[in-house]
């Protein structure tokens, strides 16, 4: 199991208005290929002004499948262009993890 660790840093302010967005446009599309996530949080301590969310995979190629079949879809582009089009995020992490032997 591999783990998809993101975090997007938002323009002050803008996390509530990025999350709508998302979800009114961007969940339904990155669902139908990925599945559901593990976890999608914003921060209310730390690093203000961030969001995360984490998805999981059986493996790299599992992962590399799925998400090249979400980038084919027109649905996740109409969000991917409104995202831009709202100019909220900043900057963007990825890292791709994998599980400690202990976590089953």
């Known amino acids: 199991m591999i783990y998809d660790v993101r975090v997007y840093t938002c323009k002050p302010g803008t996390v509530p208005a990025q999350l709508k967005l998302y979800e009114e446009h961007g969940l339904a599309p990155?669902?139908?290929?990925?599945?559901?996530?593990?976890?999608?949080?914003f921060s209310e301590v730390g690093e203000l002004n961030t969001y995360?969310?984490?998805?999981a995979y059986e493996s790299q190629a599992d992962r590399e499948k799925k998400r090249a079949a979400m980038q084919a879809d027109p649905d996740w582009?109409?969000?991917?262009?409104?995202?831009?089009?709202?100019?909220?995020?900043?900057?963007?992490?990825?890292?791709?993890?994998?599980?400690?032997?202990?976590?089953?």
Request: no cysteine.
């Open 30 to 41: 990155q669902t139908k290929h990925l599945g559901q996530p593990v976890m999608y949080g």
């Open 77 to 104: 582009h109409v969000f991917l262009k409104k995202s831009r089009e709202a100019g909220n995020l900043v900057a963007q992490r990825n890292q791709v993890m994998v599980a400690a032997p202990f976590m089953k």
């Open 52 to 55: 995360t969310h984490v998805w």
